[in-house]
């Protein structure tokens, strides 16, 4: 109950909407309140007839006039509840709007550890369901949850006019039923949550499985996963049997309770009508407003059952709401209007808490100018582990002159990766310090940091599109002819215009559309076109074959130009040309030098070296 008490809070820019659905539905059922008695009266109207106590003419009359209020009030309930169920429908949008909208945003500052161990379907999946339940809940409340209670507290205050014995039964009927509800919730939350893990991680391995379908192909293994899929689902089902079953019986029990309860109340009324006490218009009036009270009462199930689902999923959604983002969210002053509906904008803009503010540091041109020297990266006794493992990497430190080249060199899994992970604040480190330009990466808004730096990843990681969206990514707003440029830079003009749509192209997701090569001379365009002064090459060729890499090292050549270069490289040919090599061994650094200063020794770099020479000769050998 809180998780919607916290809703309503999230979305409190709804009020107005929430007090016109309350208006309306307080007219619509005083409305539905006052038909019974049109009906009572006319009941006597026509027994006084029919007994010859009025004339005939009269009560005709009386009846008449009785049956134009009864269209009035049905004419005027009817356009009320299309009103009501209007601002409904666009209540329950903006809603699905507001909470979609804030989860995105919160997804997007947590820090990159959360991405780490979710599956990006799971995440989906649970966004998904988890709002569905919560606006179905909203509905079904709005449309009739204050009209159920007003309902109730009508035919109360009616009933103790005619008997207290009516008003009591009928007062307790409420909170016991509720009562019995509550009973049931704890049991069947806990068995909801287990269906809805269930669901969520199928289609954490759907999303997972459809994106890596070729694997999937190639290793034959569709029947494995279609079963692993389909368990998830027999177990919702078997849990959703057990939940039903459980739910059912205690439902039949509220039932069978409210019946006993209207057993009793009919023979009061039926009584009384007998023994002269209720007229028959008395009677008739009485029947159809505890009818009109019984039935919203039963239909309480289903809003009750609506509010279990709605629980169950909004603890989901604050369970992710409630994860604290990264230190320094790249958010909050950068979510400007720009590409954000206006409306949205609106919605999400002011008074959020849940935003942590950061002071606005300088800008980083201000800074530059008076950083140390001329040091552009450094780390100072930086020591980093993932979660709660050991140290990934144990008191690195070295810093990187303006404009130098340095490669980094180690056996796969010594944290090379991860090293520029904390250069670019993906992760904090547990201790030491990270600086950029002279400024402690730690305290440097995040939007800042990655301005300075330009990274090409192995995986050229593009997105479905166009090449051109592709290339600006960094900078929507960059013309054609930087455009081009910077993709002629990269090699990559001559193939990109050989396409019959040329920038147009669009290349499928994560540019399933492109070759290896291609795909990485596009991500060495968007680099370019970023034109930052710190560039990251994580093993930015090691997939490539030989002549793609040639290609591509082309175009990394003249990204590399008037920059400060960290670069990683599988093939040692590939760096034989850079200022300085730093070996790291067991997570620590093991040797710093010149590439022909490590060759002569015995370290991790001749050894690497004399291995892929000896591969290279044995090559050269077997042709
Ligand atoms: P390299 O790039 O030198 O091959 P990495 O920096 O990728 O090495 O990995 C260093 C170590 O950290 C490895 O043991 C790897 O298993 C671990 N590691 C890498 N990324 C993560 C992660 N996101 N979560 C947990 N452990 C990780
Ligand atoms: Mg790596």
């Known amino acids: 109950m809180k998780q919607l008490g916290r809703i309503m809070a999230f979305t409190k820019k709804l009020t107005p909407y929430y007090v016109i659905i309350l208006v309306t539905s307080i007219f619509v059922t005083a409305a539905n309140i006052v038909v019974p008695f049109i009906i009572g009266q006319a009941t006597d109207t026509a027994v006084a007839a029919a007994n010859g106590n009025t004339p005939v003419g009269q009560a005709v009359t009386t009846a008449l006039w009785l049956a134009a209020a009864f269209l009035a009030i049905d004419v005027l309930s009817t356009v009320t509840s299309s009103i009501g169920g209007y601002f409904g429908d666009v209540m329950s949008q903006k809603m699905r709007a507001i909470l979609s909208v804030r989860y995105y945003e919160k997804l997007l500052t947590l ?39 007003m309902t109730v ?24 039923y509720l009562w019995l509800t509550a009973l049931t919730s704890k049991r069947w939350q806990r068995l909801e949550g287990e269906k809805n893990e269930e669901i969520d991680l199928a289609g954490g391995r759907f999303t997972e499985v459809v994106g890596q379908i070729r694997v999937v192909k ?26 039903s079953r459980h739910w059912h019986w205690m439902d039949f029990i509220r039932r069978a309770f409210m019946s006993l309860i209207f ?8 009584v009384n009508t007998a023994r002269g006490n209720f007229s028959v218009g008395d009677m008739v009036l009485l029947i159809q407003l505890i009818a009109l009270a019984r039935q919203p009462i039963q239909s309480m199930s289903y809003i009750v059952d609506t509010a279990q689902h709605a629980i169950a999923g909004s603890k989901d959604y604050f369970d992710v709401m409630a994860l604290v983002p990264s230190r320094r969210p790249a958010l909050a002053d950068s979510m400007s209007s720009e590409g954000v509906p206006d409306e949205l904008v609106d ?83 547990r201790s030491g310090e990270i600086r950029v330009f002279g400024r402690d990466v730690s305290n440097m808004h995040v939007g800042d940091l990655r301005e300075e730096i330009g990274v090409v990843f192995q995986d050229a990681a593009l997105f479905s599109g166009t090449i051109r969206e592709n290339i600006s990514y960094a900078r929507p707003q960059a013309t054609e002819e930087e455009i081009v440029a910077a993709a002629k830079r990269a090699n990559a003009r001559k193939f990109i215009e050989g396409f019959h749509s040329g920038y147009d192209t669009l290349i499928g997701e994560r540019g399933l559309k492109l070759s290896g090569g291609q795909k990485q001379r596009i991500s060495v365009a968007r680099a370019i076109l970023k ?10 060729t090691s997939a490539l074959d030989t002549r793609s890499e040639r290609q591509v090292q082309a175009g990394l050549e003249s990204l590399m130009e008037d920059r400060t270069s960290l670069i990683i490289a599988h093939r040692l040919s590939t760096i034989a040309t850079v200022d300085r090599i730093i070996t790291l061994k067991d997570g620590r650094i093991d040797e710093v030098g010149t590439p022909a200063e490590l060759a002569q020794t015995d370290g991790i770099y001749a050894t690497l070296l004399a291995l892929q020479n000896e591969g290279t000769k044995k090559a050269k050998k077997s042709l």
Request: net charge negative; aromatic share 12%.
């Open 531 to 540: 034109d930052a002064q710190i560039l990251v090459l994580d093993e930015a």
């Open 218 to 243: 190639s290793f034959v293994q569709e029947l494995r996963e279609l079963k692993i899929f389909s368990h998830r689902y027999v177990k919702t089902v078997d849990v959703t049997r057990d939940q």
């Open 263 to 270: 057993f009793a109340i009919y023979a009061i009324i039926f």
């Open 111 to 149: 820090p990159q550890g959360y991405f780490d161990s979710e599956l990006t379907g799971t995440i989906t999946s649970r966004l998904n369901r988890s709002i569905a339940e919560v606006i179905n809940f909203a509905k079904s409340f709005a449309n009739s949850f204050f009209t159920t209670l």
């Open 347 to 429: 919605l999400i803009s002011d008074d959020d808490e849940s935003q942590p503010s950061h002071p606005t540091s300088p800008s980083s041109v201000e800074i530059r100018e008076e950083a140390a020297g001329d040091v552009a990266v450094s780390f100072e006794h930086v020591t980093f582990g993932y979660d709660d493992d050991p140290d990934v990497l144990s008191d690195v430190s070295f810093t990187i002159s303006r404009g130098e080249r340095v490669a980094f060199v180690g056996e796969s899994g010594g944290g090379k990766t991860t090293l520029t992970s904390l250069l670019m604040g993906l992760y904090a480190p």
């Open 153 to 176: 507290v009508a035919v109360l205050i009616v009933s103790a006019i005619y008997s207290p014995w009516l008003a009591l039964l009928l007062a307790i009927v409420f909170p016991v």
